[in-house]
Nanobody
């Protein structure tokens, strides 16, 4: 299984970005997919997950601002990030869980300037 994340960048506070994660080599539609982030000096934290049925879960700090979605035909999961804050600055990692095995993408940097 390979996960390729893209869409990171530099944005001003209050702006928006959309991250994408393309999966290959897996039965994507049966996998729980998600996004995690890691800021310098901090542990990797949950941002959002989405099950194969479309059920979503969000970290408290992003609720109401971020939206996770998936396109099973394109084998892609998205993270729409609105009302970005400087504290959202981190490396964002795509994650997949299938048959109790964890898969990670390479990470994409998101930087929010104040």
């Amino acid at each position: 299984v390979q996960l390729q994340a893209s869409g990171g960048g530099l944005v001003q506070a209050g702006g928006s970005l959309r991250l994408s994660c393309a999966a290959s080599g897996a039965i994507f539609s049966r996998s729980r997919m998600g996004w995690y982030r890691e800021a310098p000096g901090r542990q990797r934290d949950l941002v959002a997950t989405i099950t194969s049925a479309g059920d979503t879960n969000y970290g408290d700090s992003v609720k109401g601002r971020f939206t996770i979605s998936r396109d099973n035909d394109q084998k892609t999961v998205y993270l729409q990030m609105n009302s970005l804050k400087p504290e959202d600055t981190a490396v964002y990692f795509c994650h997949g869980l299938q048959n109790y095995i964890n898969y990670w993408g390479q990470g994409t940097q998101v930087t929010v300037s104040s």
